[in-house]
């Protein structure tokens, strides 16, 4: 038996004479490739496509967002590490064919050209609606916590300001203590308490720093809304992640065509709160998919009542698992008062009329109620007040036509959950684990779309093949 021996590093011709030869015929770099070369990039919004008439010449802006492509495909992210790739990668030596720019000039790129970058993104759902790859009549919503360039630690409202830099006078009032302890120490002959001295005097200068820089935090904090800032990186919000303690992070919005599994749209916001935004997320892929009507499928977290009945009014039909309130089961259960759409009345289990009473505002419900309660024999089984009231959302009809969208077809939420989830495992296993590396929601936007459009490339060749992804 013998070991496989490799060749000779001094042998001659050890890589093919021709940079094309690098990679292979069906290499995903080449379709990176050949799709920057398909775009307009003028009229994506590029900056310094046209070469200056004068200066040094720069790179070209098609050149630096292969670059980027190939880099978020292969978890090769930072400006500095693909300033590496450039030179020792075949594949980045390939495509860049053979240029090197230096790692600032790398950043420089996608700092300087985000909203050009979305639209990039955005151009390859348009070509792969054009191919016909795209179904365009199902999708899937959901959303996902992305971390942001900031540590916990900096995340910090007025109480915990206070007490901070509270603490920090305590512990500069300790060293000063201990400073006068030493000068009377001094001034009675002791030779070692010099070292103390200069000691202390040291980490009550950090101490005065730390204190400085709480209270230019307070002082930002109350120029702001917010009630809890991450300072150093503002624009991202503190958000949690299960039962584990909230991490400075931006709420990742992707709408998934079921058909094709490509995200189709997708977007970055820095409200934890995925209820208000089925609305503007179902428009926008609809407005991407151009067509008249659409089904969304998502889950409980997207179930609100308005968002639904604006989606329908724009045709687009919501399936989403209602979330319920905790059911009292001493009592009678809201579902067993039938609403009479044609009466706008509640029938009860007693077989008495419940007629609106009064609006409740806050959550956009009106109150049914009915002074039968007063004299009925069931009051202990219904309510332990004085009246039984039945709140009724203002658009509780679309909660229940998207109800029976359920009931008619009970595999929507399995599709959903197939569809819409795996994209996040992909996209995140290629972004270090869902890390952002860039800092303002301008930044992450154009990152996200890096992201989202690295994983639509890797699903498209897989679904379809590279050949179907090769412009003609
Ligand atoms: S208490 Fe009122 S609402 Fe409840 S069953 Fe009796 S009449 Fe109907």
């Keep these: 038996m013998s070991f496989i021996d490799g060749e000779s590093r001094w042998q001659i011709s050890l890589l093919p004479a021709c940079v094309d030869d690098y990679v292979a015929a069906d290499a995903l770099v080449r379709i990176v490739d050949a799709f920057v070369t398909s775009l307009d990039l003028t009229e994506l919004g590029f900056n310094r496509v046209v070469a200056a ?198 709420n990742l919005q992707s709408v998934v065509d079921v058909e094709s599994g490509l995200i189709v749209h997708h977007d970055v916001y820095n409200d934890a709160n995925d209820s208000h935004m089925l609305y503007p997320v179902s428009v926008a892929a609809k407005k991407v998919l151009e067509v008249d009507q659409i089904q969304v499928l998502t889950d409980g977290g997207y179930s609100n009542a308005e968002e639904i009945a604006r989606c329908e009014r724009e045709g687009i039909a919501v399936a989403a698992p209602i979330k319920r309130g905790a059911m009292n089961s001493d009592h009678f259960r809201p579902a067993q008062f039938v609403y009479d759409s044609a009466s706008d009345t509640i029938r009860c289990p007693a077989g008495e009329t419940l007629r609106p009473s009064g609006l409740h505002t806050r959550n956009r419900a009106i109150r049914y109620r009915t002074p039968a309660c007063a004299n009925c024999s069931l009051k202990p089984r219904c309510t332990p007040g004085a009246q039984r009231t039945i709140h009724r959302l203002v658009d509780q009809g679309a909660l229940d036509r998207m109800e029976a969208r359920i009931y008619a077809n009970p595999s929507l939420m399995t599709i959903r959950r197939c569809t819409v989830e795996h994209p996040f495992g992909t996209i995140k296993r290629m972004s270090g684990g869902g890390r952002f590396l860039t800092r303002g929601l301008r930044a992450v936007k154009a990152e996200a779309a890096l992201s989202i459009l690295a994983f639509n490339i890797l699903h498209a060749v897989n679904a379809f093949g590279a050949s179907a992804m090769m412009p003609s």
């Design 53 to 250: 008439a004068t200066g040094r010449p720069g790179f070209q802006p098609g050149d630096m967002l292969r670059l980027y492509i190939w880099g978020y495909l292969n978890q090769v992210r930072s400006s500095r590490h693909l300033e590496r790739a450039c030179v020792r990668d075949l594949e980045a030596l390939w495509l860049m064919r053979r240029l090197a720019p230096d790692y600032r000039t790398i950043a420089a790129f996608r700092h300087d050209n985000p909203e050009a970058i979305v639209a990039a993104s955005a151009a390859f759902v348009q070509f792969c609606r054009e191919q016909g790859l795209v179904g365009g009549r199902i999708v899937a919503v959901d959303g996902t916590k992305m971390r942001a360039v900031a540590s916990p630690k900096n995340i910090a409202g007025a109480e915990r300001l206070a007490r901070d830099i509270e603490h920090t006078e305590k512990e500069v009032a300790y060293y000063l203590d201990r400073l006068d302890i030493i000068d009377e120490t001094v001034a009675q002959g002791s030779d070692d308490q010099p070292l103390h001295r200069e000691t202390f005097a040291t980490a009550i200068a950090s101490l005065k720093r730390r204190k400085d820089r709480l209270v230019r935090r307070q002082q930002e904090l109350e120029h702001r809304e917010e009630k809890v800032l991450v300072f150093g990186e503002p624009e991202a919000k503190p958000m949690g992640y299960g039962r584990a303690p909230k991490m400075p992070s931006y």
